[in-house]
């Protein structure tokens, strides 16, 4: 005996998969122009911005006020120098940008990556920022990866004779 068809039973139908293919893909599309505009916000403030030469106040010309850590101690905080490395390396100077924080230039070129996956998978529609969604691995990397730069930049700092600041 023949089994009726149920709604279960139905072929999908080619609009239904059509329409949600086209779905996702304008959520991919939306989900780049997001992380493309955000890269592309924060690497044009770099741009603008004329790094300073002592490696760290850049972040002044946005009319913040000077590092209340490094104002009381002469030493910089874990963060000083980031504005500085990101105005340095977009203005094509990699060495300025090491001394302010070398965490700082390897943030840049991820952001320039983000900015690149993220303007192509708005452009295209596919899912080229899969493999860099954020996890727990990400806060640690940038724990680490902070606290690394910072340790450097001390380093150098003293090495230098430029820390501490009096």
Known sequence: MEK???YIDLPASPVLE????SASRNGLRLRGLVVAL????LLAFSAWLKPSETGVGT???????PCEFMV???WP???????TSFAALAHGRFALAWRAHPFGAILFVA?????LAGGYEALTGRDVLRRLRPGVWWAWVLVVGVMVGWVLKLLIG????TLPVR
């Open 4 to 6: 009726p068809l149920s």
């Open 18 to 21: 059509l329409a949600s293919s």
């Open 38 to 41: 955000g890269c592309g916000v």
């Open 59 to 65: 972040h002044e010309q946005l009319g913040l006020p």
């Open 72 to 74: 009381r101690t002469g």
């Open 77 to 83: 905080c874990p963060t000083c120098g980031m504005t």
């Open 111 to 115: 952001c320039v990556v983000l900015f």
């Open 158 to 161: 003293v090495a230098t004779g």
